[in-house]
């Protein structure tokens, strides 16, 4: 597998998923990232039991494998300054800083940007944050329920206004891995960059504004019309175009129908569809009748594949010309065979010697090249390896540990 971030080496001073979810993007091109972890309890995160209302099993633990696979993990109390020493250096070594900790943490425990810098003036230092860097509450921490979902207007959007009630975000760490993905990306360009005119950056992406640019072109719709999209309910199919809609079948699933621009897809679609009459009727025929008469033509599609299951649906719709797809769980989607095909999942080592762990590769590929990588470290798994290849000796080793410096 190619690695093209070969030779980099990341810093990571953070917990959770956000920023994590970067250092483990970067593990994926293949960067050297180190994971500092307190020595006794390690990243926070290890200690969640439940997850979306599930039970989670620590040997086994999506939240700590899926934003940390691939890394290694190196057990260090940097608020003590034996800690500190062994931050900086590593920091010395490194081509990245990491981190989301608060200002306040920062400044505390020495490794905000100038700390950092003062042992490494080359360094790339990048911030994950709830709101950012700047502003009255750079100070204030959130997660991706409360930056991301709900004060963003992404959780909003996404609640149909019938419902009278606001939805709880579905996805564990939704925000986090789309905003690591974000840190990701500025590192790569911050790399460039240096390479190109010997200077180092600073990087800040907020979860806040993660979610904003997600949404971007309906923010941009309401900034300019004062307006705002909402979902709507299952059962509200109305559409000016009734090759748009979500539609039940005869066993409760849902196909979606997207053809977006119907010139050219409507005689095939409605062939697919089991109603050929359709592209002949001047209702239907041609788009702007169609659009006109959208709503005898939704009621039409409606009892068509309401009258077959999905699995019908699923299959028969495979070589329609225009483009549709099967509503399906993210259970479903680890067997869906284009998924498979393109190298989605990829298998790890167990912690726990069991079974491989599967987790998903990053969404970029490089030449076609499923992802190899390893399992994510368990807490502080190796201190003593990377303060060795640093050239520290054995005895100091030794009194860090004695001292609880590290672990």
Avoid at 162 to 172: E, K
Avoid at 222 to 233: F, V
Avoid at 360 to 365: E, K
Wanted: net charge negative.
């Amino acid at each position: 597998m190619i690695k093209v971030m070969q030779g980099v080496r990341v810093l990571e001073v953070a917990q959770f998923t956000f920023v994590p979810a970067a250092g483990a993007i970067l593990a994926d091109w293949g960067a050297d990232v180190i994971k500092v972890e307190h020595p006794l309890r390690g990243d926070t995160q290890r200690g969640f039991i439940n997850m979306g209302g599930f039970q989670l099993d620590p040997d086994r633990h999506p939240l700590i494998e899926h934003p940390n696979r691939g890394k290694r993990s190196v057990g260090i109390d940097v608020s003590t300054p034996g800690g500190q020493e062994v931050l900086y250096e590593i920091a010395k070594t490194a081509d990245v800083f990491l981190t989301n900790y608060l200002p306040a943490q920062r400044q505390k425990n020495k490794f905000d940007v100038e700390h950092i810098r003062a042992v490494n003036p080359d360094i790339i230092y990048a911030r994950g944050s709830a709101y950012g860097d700047k502003g009255p509450e750079r100070d204030t921490g959130g997660f991706d329920g409360t930056a991301f979902w709900t004060r963003s207007g992404v959780g909003h959007a996404l609640t149909p206004e019938a419902i009278n009630g606001a939805l709880s975000q579905g996805i564990p760490a939704f925000g986090d891995s789309i905003g690591g993905m974000n840190i990701a990306g500025g590192i790569s360009a911050a790399l460039f960059h240096r390479e190109r005119t010997g200077e180092a950056a600073e990087i800040d992406v907020s979860l806040l504004s993660t979610a904003w640019w997600a949404a971007g072109a309906s923010v941009t719709q309401g900034m300019e019309t004062g307006e705002t999209m909402r979902s709507l309910m299952p059962d509200d199919i109305s559409s000016v175009n009734p090759f748009m809609a979500n539609y039940r079948t005869s066993d409760g699933g849902t196909i979606n129908l997207c053809i977006v621009s119907p010139t050219g897809y409507i005689r095939d679609a409605f062939e697919h569809l089991g109603l050929p009459e359709l592209a002949d009727d001047p209702r239907f025929s041609d788009v702007l009748p169609l659009i006109e008469n959208a709503s005898e033509g939704v009621e039409l599609i409606a009892k068509a594949i309401g009258s077959k299951p999905f699995e019908y649906w699923r299959q028969h719709l495979k070589t329609m010309k225009g483009q549709w797809a099967p509503f399906q769980s993210l259970v479903d989607l680890a067997s869906d065979d284009q998924a498979v095909a393109n190298d989605m999942i990829v298998e790890v080592e167990a912690a726990d010697g069991g079974k491989p762990f599967k987790v998903v590769r990053g969404p970029v590929q490089f030449n076609h090249e499923p992802l190899e990588t390893t399992r994510a470290p368990q807490a502080s798994e190796h201190t003593e390896i990377v303060l060795m290849e640093l050239g520290i000796d054995w005895d100091r080793i030794e009194e860090l540990k004695d001292s609880g410096a590290i672990a």
